[in-house]
């Protein structure tokens, strides 16, 4: 367990300032740049455990960082960056993901 933590803040570390494509869309980068570590900068995962975020639909992308918000799903890396998260940012993280790979 220690090791993913250490992996992921890794990643932090190294992707805070990567610039992506913001695809047309009002997105705050240093936003995105958290869910690069783990879901790829173009929302595919480089790791089978974690989920691809392109193309998958906005709401479902809403009401999974809520529930992780809530506890309702519990997630050693996704329940403490929901917290973080208002839900403009998750609405503008849903419109980012669920148009990725779409055009």
Do not use: T
Request: charged share 15%; with cysteine.
């Amino acid at each position: 367990m220690k090791k993913v933590i250490f992996i992921f803040a890794v990643c932090i570390f190294l992707f805070r300032n990567l610039s992506i494509a913001q695809s047309n869309l009002d997105v705050d980068l240093n936003l995105i740049s958290s869910c690069v570590a783990c879901h790829g900068p173009n929302g595919i995962s480089p790791n089978e455990d974690w989920p691809n975020l392109a193309g998958q639909k906005k709401n479902y992308i809403i009401i999974q960082l809520k529930n992780f918000k809530q506890g309702q799903r519990v997630n050693i890396l996704m329940s403490p960056i929901s917290k973080m998260l208002n839900e403009n940012q998750m609405e503008d993280l849903a419109n980012y993901y669920s148009n990725l790979g779409l055009k």
